[in-house]
């Protein structure tokens, strides 16, 4: 297990792990596999999730000033 994970550079948990050792004729569980791994200190690298940031409140560009300040006047629906 540990020689998978090491070739894995530390990216494969239980799943793929027990997988491999499937394909390499070993029967063992996902399960087993997950236990084994944790009395044993092994665990997978998480990375965050990628998040696209697509505003940038922290920026140096002239704000609009605010001409209507929230007073609304609407003359009808505009629905004739």
Known sequence: ??????????RYGSPKI??????KGI??????VARIMKANGI???VHKRFR???TDSNHN???AENHLNR??????TGVA
């Open 1 to 10: 297990m540990k020689e998978i994970h090491q070739k894995s550079k530390g």
């Open 61 to 63: 560009y002239p704000v």
């Open 27 to 32: 029967q063992i569980s996902r399960p087993r």
């Open 18 to 23: 027990a997988v491999e050792l499937q394909s």
């Open 71 to 76: 007073k609304f006047n609407p003359k009808g």
């Open 43 to 45: 665990r997978s690298v």
């Open 52 to 54: 696209l940031q697509t």
